[in-house]
């Protein structure tokens, strides 16, 4: 039996836990001269969440660069920080799970290398100087110079902010995955007991299921989260709690999707035909 008040509090938890994650892509563009309000960015990321159950992916970075578009904004360095965020999410969600699985899990080294892999790969772009390269290969700003200037504007204060604020993100939704199994009859009554299982393998599973391309990481998030946590849950309550937090993580977009959307159009009691207004 499911006690639909835990998942609740998971749905919620994760709405929590993926707000830093819209912080630091606020303070990114923000540093990359973007006069964008702190409102508009959290809807434009929330939104944008849609868009990875698109095959390819691509549609989250239209999404978000579509609600930001307006005065003040540039899409191509709005498209650049995009990149940069996820990059910044991926490589320290696998950093976590590296450096946990160093320490208890041992036993399983491949989730060690995969972890350390991952992170190499996504986070080596990160560091400015790299990234600012990459943008440049990438030919943005050949039309105007001055927006790839602007890019300048990233230093290692952006990358040591980005790391903390993707910890405590990962944190809580290491959280989010223990209220679940609370949901279901499983699990600690204290958080903290397993807290840097739940947030490794909430990390890792989530980050390979990004990296596969599957729409929404589907099937791939699920096979991980169940192989790590098989051990300590057993097999078939692992791959019922990897499909209830997919379930609880999804409803939660959807709802706050269709509330910063309604919200961001009806700002002041009477809805605009202007997608793009603030919210």
């Known amino acids: 039996q499911v006690d639909f008040l835990w998942l609740a509090a998971s749905g919620g938890l994760y709405l929590l836990g993926t707000l830093p994650f819209a912080l630091f892509w606020h ?5 990359l001269g973007q006069r964008v309000r702190f409102g508009k960015t959290v809807r434009a990321y929330y939104i944008g969440h849609l868009g990875k159950y ?3 992916k691509a549609m989250v970075v239209v999404l978000r660069a579509g609600l930001l578009r307006g005065p003040g904004v540039d899409a191509s360095l709005a ?6 965020e996820t990059l910044m999410m991926m490589s320290t969600g696998a950093l976590l799970a590296a450096s946990i699985a160093a320490f208890w899990f041992r036993g399983q080294p491949l989730l060690f290398w995969t972890a350390l892999g991952i992170m190499a790969v996504a ?8 990234f600012k390269r990459l943008v440049r290969l990438a030919g943005v700003g050949r039309m105007n110079p001055a927006t790839v200037e602007k890019l300048d504007n990233l230093g290692y204060g952006t990358v040591i902010l980005g790391w903390a604020l993707n910890a ?7 959280l989010s995955f223990w209220a679940v199994l609370r949901a279901m009859g499983l699990g600690e009554n204290n958080p903290f007991g397993q807290f840097h299982l739940y947030t490794a393998a909430v990390s890792l599973a989530t980050v390979a299921g990004f990296i596969s391309m599957m729409p929404g990481g589907a099937v791939v998030r ?3 989260l169940t192989e790590l946590m098989a051990p300590y849950l057993g097999g078939g309550a692992a791959l019922i709690g990897a ?6 993580w999804l409803v939660a977009e959807m709802v706050i999707s269709g509330i910063l959307y309604l919200g961001g159009r009806c700002w002041g009691g009477s809805c605009s035909a202007d997608p793009n207004r603030n919210p």
Do not use: D, K, M, N
């Open 123 to 130: 986070g080596l772009p990160t560091l400015p100087p790299i």
């Open 168 to 174: 405590i993100g990962w944190a809580i939704l290491g």
């Open 243 to 248: 499909i209830l937090l997919r379930l609880v």
């Open 54 to 56: 698109v095959p390819g």
């Open 27 to 31: 303070r990114t563009l923000r540093t």
């Open 222 to 224: 699920e096979a991980v």
């Open 79 to 84: 498209v650049a920080s995009i990149f940069y």
